[in-house]
Nanobody, 117 residues
Framework: VRLVESGGGLVQPGGSLRLSCAAS????????MSWYRQAPGKERERVAA????????NYADSVKGRFTISRDNAKNTVDLQMNNLKPDDTAVYYC???????????WGQGTQVTVSS
């Protein structure tokens, strides 16, 4: 199983980034995909997720209206479009794949996002 995040980097406040997570070696379309982040000294938190097989999504209050999660089952990718970025968005962002029955989950290695002027 592989989850590989990309797209992180340094961006100024108000800027945008698009993160991508490429999945392989499991049945991607069956899994619930989500994005988490962890800032220094803080717990890992979920920022955006697909919460049902029907494609319903859920966002943390802190990112609602600014972040959008999307997936392409043909390409085995899940993206996170992040707009109007703020310094508080600085964190390592992780992609997660949850087994449809909740039996286990896979994590990517993370990608650093730094929002600073």
């Amino acid at each position: 199983v592989r989850l590989v995040e990309s797209g992180g980097g340094l961006v100024q406040p108000g800027g945008s980034l698009r993160l991508s997570c490429a999945a392989s070696r499991f049945t991607f379309s069956s899994y619930l995909m989500s994005w988490y982040r962890q800032a220094p000294g803080k717990e890992r938190e979920r920022v955006a997720a697909f919460i049902s097989a029907g494609g319903n999504t859920n966002y943390a209050d802190s990112v609602k209206g600014r972040f959008t999660i999307s997936r392409d089952n043909a390409k085995n990718t899940v993206d996170l479009q992040m707009n109007n970025l703020k310094p508080d968005d600085t964190a390592v962002y992780y992609c997660k794949a949850d087994h449809p029955l909740g039996l286990y989950a896979y994590w990517g290695q993370g990608t650093q996002v730094t929002v600073s002027s």
